[in-house]
């Protein structure tokens, strides 16, 4: 069915009046709501639908997998694939951005377009903390895992739109088959109009109040290698730490600079002595070194965050400290100005490594067998891609990719990993690692999306 047919029939569907359709691309409000993380590959939709009720949702799901109209669901638009042509629509949640706090069954139930501040502030109201960085049935790396296990290990149960346009509860008790899948692979099989997370005791977090430490140190490049050496000795040695670091520009001429953002879950005066291998390096500057509400961390993250731009993520995993040589990143500093040289447009590309530390995971029961499957990996290191040319990002994505096989050089090939938030092109295998899982995800996917509603993934 043609899409301009579609919306004329949707008007007559019923659908409460807070719905909203936008249908005019030449419309300010239309153009706005398309900004994305990345301008690669970003489409113009024939329609934006916004639906204001689960119920809704349901019906206007329904109605396009009846009349064959592709459409694809948008969040936080944070991906590089909440997008799509002109023959389809986009279901914008951007309407439903609710969340409800249960402290008596300790969980928080949170509508589509929730972001995650939000979550994180209305459960840090009651005295509850979750994981930062992450939309659990799509993903799970965050802060909290050394103390609560991964994001999607956190869901408790689920709210879905089938690809027949069914609205079903997805939890250990009913569709349990699909709980193993929507823990990391949600979106390939439904539209999930909301979670069901579990929540956690601000006392985890070291402090009463569940303050942490959040500190942005800088050096010079030249200390690239040391400082990657003292990060993998933090993380050898600390439980309760989060650190990324790696070559980044510096604002506002964007030259590189070694950057490191370090989280200790406690006091500032015990992030000190973990961190103290890196502190004791001497930064060039510390622009922040304090306790900071929990809620707050998320605010040093802001620079990652922006929409626009041409960017490319490659997050390769290292299953092995060994696997990623200091050196390594003094070769991250040079692929940079290598890339950065032919295409000064691509001066915002850098690439640095992330790890949690491994923590007393068995404070709360975390999910082992589910769809995530990165378990094993000790560190990430992302090769960001970002520039203002889609040329020049291109070209840096072949760089990341010559970087990638270098730090892949001691890994053996079954190893390989590749974080699926960010690539789409990688192969599956090691996107979605062991045979067994990628058996029963297929499988599911069989049952449950067979003719690709939620794209062809899996099939
Ligand atoms: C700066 C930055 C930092 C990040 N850090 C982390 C991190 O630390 N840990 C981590 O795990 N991930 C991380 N990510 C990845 C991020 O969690 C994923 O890209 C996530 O999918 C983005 O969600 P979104 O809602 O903003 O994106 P969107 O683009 O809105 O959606 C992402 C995908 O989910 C689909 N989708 C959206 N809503 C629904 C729904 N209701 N039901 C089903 N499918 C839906 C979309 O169609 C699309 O395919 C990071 C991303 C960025 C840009």
Sequence with gaps: MEIATFVEQLKTASLSSKTTIWADPSKADFQDSLARRTDVGKKQPGAIIMPASEDDAAKIVKLAVESSVPFVAKAGGHSAWSTIGSSGFVLDFSLMRAV???TGRQTATASAGTLIGDIVDAVAEQGYCRGLHTVDHRGGIT???PLIGFGSDNIVSAR??????????VSKDENAELLYAIKAAGQFFGVVTSLT??????SILGSPEGS???????FDVSKAADVARAAIEVKKTTTRSYCLTGVMPAPPTLDPIILVLVIHLGSKADG??????????????????????FGKVNEGFQAFESKGGFKRWLAVGMTSLDQFQPEDMTRLVDQRGTITEKYPSA???GSVIEFTSDGPWNQVTAENETAWSTRDVATWCHLLCWASEEEAVDYAHEIAEESMRHIRRNQPKYQFSIYGNFSRIAPLEQRYKGAERLEKVRGLKLKWDPNGVFTNEFL
């Design 272 to 293: 000190e002595e973990a961190f103290k291998p890196i502190l004791d390096l001497g930064p060039l500057a510390v622009p922040a070194s304090s306790e900071v509400p």
């Design 347 to 349: 001066k915002p590309t």
């Design 197 to 202: 997370v579990k929540i956690h005791p601000l």
């Design 160 to 169: 879905m739109i089938t690809a027949k346009g069914d609205l079903i509860t």
């Design 100 to 102: 409800e706090v249960d």
């Design 212 to 218: 942490v430490w959040s500190a942005s140190l800088l």
């Design 143 to 145: 802060v909290l895992a």
